[in-house]
């Protein structure tokens, strides 16, 4: 896994895990990999591993079993869909809109690449 500088490695690999329950790699309620085989898989510290899944356990996206591993929670894709719309359009957004203005690109052109880009 690459990652970026200008974030936590252990918010990008929560993020990589929720983009994997998203795209149906990890199912609700099936079982996800063990801190330590992750942290093996995307090649960071165990720490680091751990501070992603309780973050992710924090957010009610996964939930431990004790002595059995960690799982994908009910409703995981909803709760990810909704936490990563709410950043998009709080974080995100204004700056692409920023960008727009300075640089004259219509809402009409940009629905235009919009349309254009699902095919």
Same mark, same amino acid.
């Given at each position: 896994m690459?990652?970026?500088?200008?974030?936590?490695?252990?918010?990008?690999?929560?993020?990589?895990?929720?983009e994997?329950i998203?795209g149906g790699?990890?199912?609700?309620e099936?079982?996800?990999?063990s801190v330590?085989?992750?942290?093996? /898989?995307? #090649?960071v510290?165990?720490n680091?591993? =751990?501070?992603?899944y309780d973050?992710?356990?924090?957010q009610g996206?996964?939930? *431990?079993k004790?002595?059995i591993?960690?799982?994908?929670?009910?409703?995981?894709?909803t709760?990810?869909?909704?936490?990563r719309?709410?950043q998009?359009?709080?974080?995100e /957004?204004? #700056?692409v809109?920023?960008?727009?203005? =300075?640089?004259g690109?219509?809402?009409?052109e940009?629905?235009?690449l919009y349309? *254009?880009?699902g095919q």
């Amino acid at each position: 896994m690459i990652f970026k500088e200008s974030k936590s490695i252990f918010l990008q690999v929560a993020e990589r895990i929720c983009e994997e329950i998203v795209g149906g790699v990890y199912q609700e309620e099936g079982r996800i990999p063990s801190v330590r085989e992750y942290s093996t /898989l995307v #090649e960071v510290n165990v720490n680091t591993a =751990m501070r992603s899944y309780d973050y992710l356990q924090q957010q009610g996206i996964i939930y *431990n079993k004790r002595g059995i591993g960690y799982f994908v929670s009910p409703d995981a894709k909803t709760t990810i869909i909704r936490i990563r719309r709410a950043q998009f359009i709080e974080q995100e /957004l204004p #700056e692409v809109f920023r960008q727009m203005r =300075m640089l004259g690109i219509t809402m009409e052109e940009l629905k235009t690449l919009y349309e *254009n880009s699902g095919q």
